[in-house]
């Protein structure tokens, strides 16, 4: 974690999940004068992947911020025969994207749904990181290899330049077997997002408040009673669903049935 800033005073955020009897999904460090906005938020139909949650941190004359980005699930299946899904469709909470790799994650499924809009925007500089370091200084847990990367980009609000740095890290994730079809064994693969974030600032003031906008960033802490709750909730859904499935619904039936019951 990036060290404190001397001579600024601190307090501590919660992001709460009010679902879950007002559980703490996340705690971060924030300047005392700092505005907050967070929410977490589950939607129960989306099985595979229910809870995304949001924060942005910003500085009283909204000059400067921290936002960290809903977390992503990536899936396709191998072989891909019979597909429909249109590309970036989205499915029991997860974003079907084949083959995608961390540059087409951070520009398009980050990016541009957030600053796509932007007058003037122009990508200046994008660059991959160790993914293995940039986990580390958020004390992810992150056992598995992946890809990480750095985009620098420029845009103008209300008549002022900005400069943004947008952060990610996409892990390899894993391969699930799926049972037995007339052209053999399938598999689904999922490609997690995580830690999406950006450190932005007006005026061309970004490279002096940097240490103190990684310093927010990175002391996001995740809470271990709340991701206990989260995995109880998630077996849940999905033995909820495995056993719609059985009864004979299509997927995406499947997951209208399952918030119709929840």
Known sequence: QTPK?????????????????????????????????????WNYADSSFPVRSMARIESPDGSAWVEFYPAEVFYWLEPAVGQKQAYGSRSLGMTYAPGIQIQQALQQFVLAPNRGKMANLQIVEAR????????????????????????????????????????ALLNEGNRVQGPPGPLGIAYERHRPLWLAHSLGATDGNLQSVLPLLTYIA??????????????????????????????????????????RRI
């Open 128 to 167: 991959p990181i160790d993914a293995r370091r940039f986990a580390a200084a958020f004390n992810f847990n992150s056992n598995e290899s992946g890809q990480a990367m750095a985009t620098r980009v420029r845009y103008t609000l209300n008549g002022r330049p900005v400069e943004e740095n947008f952060y």
């Open 5 to 41: 800033p001397a001579e600024i005073k601190f307090r501590k955020h919660a992001v709460i999940d009010e679902q879950q009897g007002g559980l703490v999904m996340v705690t971060f460090m924030v300047p005392e004068q700092w505005k907050v906005t967070s929410k977490g938020r």
């Open 218 to 259: 990175t002391s996001v802490r995740g809470d271990p009673i709340w991701a206990q709750q989260r995995n109880k909730v998630q077996a849940f859904l999905n033995a909820e669903f495995e056993r719609i499935m059985a009864q004979g619904y299509a997927r995406i039936a499947a997951a209208g049935e399952l918030s």
